[in-house]
């Protein structure tokens, strides 16, 4: 069966401090992988997107970038961290062929900018 | 007018109650209809997928889709405090490739009352 795992569960960062946050899959091969971020009362926002390795495409212009080094790992990070940069970072999975509409997500990151 | 309209609530009900949750859309081009429930500070799973009008049930779990009036709901019978979480409708939309982009509800909080 597949697994998604997301490192770390929280973190707290002061502003203007880099981020790293991993995301990896297991038990799938060529899956597409994205990051959302989720602030209350925004509900979930599309940020990356990714259908294979070194392939991404932004959804919105901000502080953040993506990068798919290996087909199963999806990495979210940012130079320099703004205050507008917490919320909840989920990573999210679907199968690359048909019936890739099912995305499935992984326990988060909580991320709280000081 | 946002493509996925829903209720943010709070919806709060005794146990054993029939719930009733509910999205509105705007896009003709939406054909299939999710339901995913996330536990406060833990990802979204899915938990229900039709992509016809009318009834799917699932357990406890019944999706309704009226495509005429662009309205979907979710039915919760014998409510349970387990099923306290926040309640997501999602709409996906190919967008070219392998790839699929989904359109999230804001999401209802549901409180089940012991």
């Known amino acids: 069966s597949q697994t998604i795992h997301q490192w770390p569960a929280t973190l707290v960062q002061p502003v203007g401090s880099p981020l790293s946050l991993e995301c990896t899959v297991e038990?799938?091969?060529?899956?597409?992988l994205y990051w959302y971020r989720q602030a209350a009362g925004r509900g979930l926002q599309l940020l990356f997107y990714?259908?294979?390795?070194?392939?991404i495409s932004s959804e919105v212009p901000q502080n953040l970038s993506a990068s798919r080094p290996q087909d199963r790992q999806f990495i979210l990070s940012s130079k320099k961290l703004l205050l507008s940069d917490s919320g909840f970072y989920l990573c999210?999975?679907?199968?690359?062929?048909?019936?890739?509409?099912?995305?499935?997500f992984g326990p988060g990151t909580r991320l709280l900018v000081l | 007018q946002k493509e996925v309209e829903q209720d943010p609530g709070p919806l709060s009900v005794p146990e054993g109650a029939i719930v009733s949750l509910n999205c509105t859309y705007s896009?003709?081009?939406?054909?299939?209809f999710m339901w995913y429930r996330q536990y406060s500070r833990k990802g979204p799973e899915l938990l229900m997928y039709t992509y016809s009008s009318g009834n799917k049930e699932d357990g406890r779990f019944t999706a309704q889709v009226d495509k005429s009036s662009k309205y979907i709901s979710l039915f919760i019978r014998d409510s349970q405090p387990s099923d306290s979480a926040t309640y997501l409708c999602a709409m996906p939309t190919y967008s070219g490739g392998s790839n699929y982009k989904l359109t999230f509800g804001k999401g209802t909080l549901l409180t089940v009352n012991p």
């Open positions: 896009n003709s081009a939406f054909q299939y």
């Open positions: 999210a999975w679907s199968l690359g062929l048909a019936g890739g509409e099912t995305q499935y």
């Open positions: 038990g799938t091969s060529n899956p597409n």
């Open positions: 990714s259908v294979g390795i070194g392939q």
